[in-house]
């Protein structure tokens, strides 16, 4: 069982930097590939990075590479996501995600495959 707690959200003007962390419970933390999500209002929940279990291995959205950076600290139990030049679009709610995935981290991008959700921290960009 592994429970997933978000930090870190809040309102930024655009161009800024906000940084959101997830700490998590469990002793098996280094076993999970680790994700973030994000979901505005009156969209479909999306993904935006995947960091494999060392840390060695990171796949991002298309849309926010070079802006977006994951990382983990798995002596922390922690996962972070770095978000730079920040823009009024990616206001939503930021979820933590936990898999066990054998496979291509890219696999965590499919909601289905998320064995643990954060409960999520809002992130509001104003223009």
């Known amino acids: 069982q592994v429970q997933l707690v978000e930090s870190g959200g809040g309102l930024v003007q655009a161009g800024g930097s906000l940084r959101l962390s997830c700490a998590a419970s469990?002793?098996?933390?280094?076993?999970?590939?680790m994700g973030w999500f994000r979901q505005a209002p009156g969209k479909e929940r999306e993904f935006v990075a995947a960091?494999?279990?060392?840390?060695?291995?990171?796949y991002y959205a298309d849309s926010l590479k070079g802006r977006f950076t994951i990382s983990r600290d798995n002596a922390k139990n922690t996962v972070y996501l770095q978000m730079d030049s920040l823009k009024p679009e990616d206001t939503a709610v930021y979820y933590c995600a936990a898999a066990r995935i054998m496979g291509p981290i890219a696999t965590l991008k499919r909601v289905e495959m998320i064995d643990y959700w954060g409960q999520g921290t809002q992130v509001t960009v104003s223009s």
């Open positions: 960091i494999s279990w060392s840390g060695g291995n990171t």
């Open positions: 469990g002793r098996t933390f280094s076993y999970y590939v």
